[in-house]
C-alpha cells in the first residue's frame, strides 16, 4: 500500500452535492484499489449518503468540515471567513501533505483562490492557469488559460505554453505537443497587444513546438495540441464550445423525433450516433487541473455526475504517477536559471 494515493474530495461542492460526489467517489475507488479518498464535508450527511453503498472502508475517510461556500459568495472573503468550509479544510490537507490532490466541482472562484492562496504556486510560476481538455475530431486538445487570469502578461502564456506541454506530454502522451495561440487570423502581424506581444516569445522558445496562430472555427479540427490564450477569451471558447455542442445534441435529438421517419431512421443510426456523442462528452476526461501549484488541484464541471468525479479522481492519480509537478518545477528551475 506504499503506492497509495490520497485525493480529497469536496463532498459539498456542486448542483448534485452530496448523491453524485459520493457515487463518483465510491466508482473511483472500485476501478482503482490504490486510492484513498478524504471525503471533506458536513460528516452526517456524508455518512449517511454513504451507507446506501457497499465499499472498502479502509479507502474512504470522512473528514469533518462544517460550513459549505455557496456559489455566489465572493469567493477571496470566502475563502478568509469561512476556514472550516470543505473547500478549505480539503486544501489545507494537501497545503500539509496529508492528500495529494483535491478535486471540487463547488465555486470556480473560491477554488481558484484558495489554490494560489492555501495551496501555493510552485517556485518561478507566475500565475498557475486552468486547463480543460477539449474533444476534438482527432481526440484531445488543452486550452489553457480558461479561467485563472483574466489579466494575463506575455510571460504568463509563455509558461501556459509550457506547463501545457508538459501536461500533454505525459498525461494524454502527445510526443513533441504542437502549441498555438488563439488568434483573429493565421498571420503573425495579426492580434491585440497581448498576441503580438506574446507570439515572438512564443516563437523562439526552445522549449516548445509552436506552430502559430490558431482561429476559434478550427480548434474543434484537432490540428494543435496545446491552445494558449489569457483567461478572458478561454473562457469564451470553452462556454461557447459546451453550448454549441449541447443546442446541436438536442436539435438532431428534435429533428429525429419531430416525424415517423425521422424515428425509423434514429433507431437506425442510434449506435453509431450513441458511439459518437460518447467520443465528444469532454466529462471523460474529468476536470479541468490548476497547474503549476504545489499540489495538484482539479475543478469539475459545478453540473458533474458520478462519471466526471470518477474521471477526476482517476485523472489525479495520474498527474501523481507522471510526476507532473516534478517535471514543471524542473522546467520552472531551468527558466530561472536562464534568465540570471
Known sequence: MDNMITVAVDAMGGDNA???????????????????????????????????????????????????????????????????????????????????????????????????????????????????????????????????????????????????????????????????????????????????????????????NFVGSIEARDIPNGDVDVIVCEAFVGNVILKLYEGMAASLIKAIKDGMMSSLRGKIGALLVKPSLKKTLKELDGSKYGGAPLIGLNGLVVKAHGSSKAREVTNSIIQCVTFKEQEINEKIRKAMSVEEVADV
Open 18 to 208: 452530496p448523491v453524485e460526489i459520493i457515487k463518483g467517489v465510491v466508482d473511483a475507488i472500485n476501478i482503482n484499489a490504490n486510492i484513498k479518498i478524504k471525503l471533506v464535508g458536513q460528516k452526517d450527511v456524508i455518512n449517511s449518503e454513504l451507507s446506501k453503498y457497499t465499499y472498502n472502508d479502509k479507502n474512504i475517510e470522512v473528514v469533518n468540515a462544517t460550513e459549505v461556500i455557496a456559489t455566489e459568495e465572493p469567493p477571496v472573503m470566502a475563502i478568509k471567513k469561512k476556514k472550516d468550509s470543505s473547500i478549505v479544510v480539503a486544501m489545507n490537507l494537501v497545503k500539509n501533505g496529508e492528500a495529494d490532490a483535491f478535486v471540487s466541482c463547488g465555486s470556480t472562484g473560491a477554488v481558484l483562490v484558495g489554490g494560489q492562496v492555501i495551496v501555493g504556486r510552485i517556485k518561478g510560476v507566475e500565475r498557475p492557469p486552468l486547463a480543460p481538455l477539449l474533444p476534438t475530431m482527432k481526440g484531445v486538445t488543452l486550452l489553457v488559460d480558461c479561467g485563472a487570469n483574466v489579466d494575463a502578461r506575455p510571460s504568463h502564456l509563455v509558461q501556459f505554453a509550457k506547463m501545457g506541454s508538459i501536461y500533454m506530454e505525459n498525461i494524454v502522451g502527445i510526443k513533441s505537443p504542437k502549441v498555438a495561440i488563439v488568434n483573429n487570423g493565421a498571420e503573425e502581424e495579426k492580434g491585440n497587444m497581448l498576441v503580438k506581444e506574446t507570439f515572438p516569445l512564443l516563437k523562439n522558445c526552445p522549449d516548445i
